[in-house]
């Protein structure tokens, strides 16, 4: 038997609430930054990251992470080349986002960052090379822009960033001899890229 | 006996509060198109300005190339990313696309006159000088640029809205509760 149901009007004038996904309020990420930082002058960086967030206001977060890594050779065939770059940082960043799926991110970290490369230098004269050794300490501070994708658990963050030294000391030793330099400004410059989970 | 009972809704009168409150899976928020195409916009913009003052103060060679690609990338992925709320709102062409692809064209013909054909003044007695038609190709494509980015986020509401009134009308499956059993049903739901 075929039943025909007519609904003349169904009037929902008031608004019907929705149970929304719960806000995370902390996130742990792990990700990769391809970059340059001093004092590799001849080679790129790659450096595995984990940072961490808590959730301080409806836009803010507090947030603290390390990275570590080597150095690619510049040309070539991109292969470690005796660089190292180290960084610990901690700050802010503020996220913004379009319904649950994409999110803008943008803040500041201060940190620390240590690195070390280690070069032969040739020359028409030194036909074997002279060993260089450079280390870099510096105080940077870092703004940060990028975005992150994905579901109320697990997403993909992207981000840019530029490593600004506030207080940098070098020393480059060289046939035993050792010099010291300072400078600000910018000395790195990295995209990460990594997989956040929050909840 | 045929189980299945044709239930059909004549009109389904939903406000408009509730139609923001839980929007169907076919509707687009204008407010998160307008977000989205912000989002869209600042990631690329913020990687052009990044990218170009590490690529002109970086302290050594390798940290100025990684700057510059990142300008060049943040420029080329801005051709598409600004539109990203039109997207959402299923508006597939966007203006501010072909606006920011011209920009970037002429751009780039500004940036090589810039620092091909225009450097070899500053190999000449007195101050370096750019001409005219430089300065205003790489100003105009700066501005076509941006301009299609202000385009587009401008946009994407509206997009969202015209979307939404296109599909104003929707037959939607549903279910309702019979005497013994749960039938099928469509629902014929308008939206004003």
């Not at chain 2, 299945?4 to 009109?11: G, P």
């Not at chain 2, 139609?19 to 687009?28: H, L, Y």
């Not at chain 2, 590490?54 to 300008?71: K, L, S, W």
Request: glycine share 14%; net charge negative.
């Amino acid at each position: 038997m075929n039943r025909v149901a007519f609904i003349a009007a169904s009037l929902l004038a008031v608004p019907v609430g929705r149970a929304g996904p719960v806000e995370p309020e902390k996130y742990v990420a792990v990700s990769m930054m391809f970059g340059a930082a001093e004092p590799v002058y001849n080679g790129y960086n790659v450096m595995a990251a984990v940072d961490g967030g808590y959730r301080i206001t409806e836009l803010l977060w507090a947030r603290a992470g390390v990275g570590y890594g080597t150095s690619i050779d510049r040309f070539g065939q991109h292969v470690p080349n005796g660089g190292r770059n180290e960084l610990v940082r901690g700050g802010v960043e503020a996220r913004w986002c379009a319904g649950t799926i994409l999110c803008g991110i943008a803040g500041a970290d201060l940190g620390l960052q240590h690195g070390s490369f280690t070069d032969r230098l040739y020359s028409a004269t030194v036909i074997d090379g002279v060993v260089e050794s450079t280390t870099d300490n510096a105080f940077v501070v870092i703004p940060r822009i990028g975005f992150d994708v994905g579901g109320d658990r697990i997403r993909a963050r992207i981000a840019i960033e530029a490593e600004t030294a506030l207080v940098e000391h070098g020393t480059t030793t060289t046939n035993m001899v050792t010099t010291t330099q300072s400078q600000t400004g910018v000395i790195g410059v990295e995209l990460a890229a990594g997989v956040a989970f929050q909840w | 006996m045929v189980k299945l009972a044709l239930a059909l809704v004549l009109v389904s009168l939903v406000s408009g509060s509730v139609a923001r409150a839980e929007p169907t899976t076919d509707s687009a928020d204008p407010d998160t198109a307008l977000r989205l195409s912000i989002i869209g916009s600042a990631f690329p913009i913020a990687a052009i300005g990044i990218g170009t003052l590490v690529g002109i103060e970086g302290a050594r060679a390798p940290i100025r190339d990684v700057g510059t690609v990142f300008a060049v990338g943040g420029a080329l992925i801005g051709i598409v990313t600004p539109a990203i709320g039109d997207f959402y709102a299923r508006r597939w062409l966007s203006p501010g696309i072909a606006m920011r692809a011209g920009g970037l064209i002429v751009e780039y013909i500004g940036l090589v006159k810039a620092f091909s054909n225009d450097i070899g003044d500053c190999a000449d007695p007195g101050p370096c000088h750019r001409s005219a038609a430089t300065i205003g190709l790489i100003a105009g494509g700066a501005a076509l640029y941006l301009g299609g980015v202000v385009l587009d986020v401008v946009g994407a509401p509206a997009a969202a809205r015209e979307w939404n009134a296109r599909h104003d009308v929707q037959l939607v499956p549903t279910a309702f509760k019979t005497q013994s059993s749960t039938a099928p049903g469509l629902a014929l739901a308008l939206k004003f």
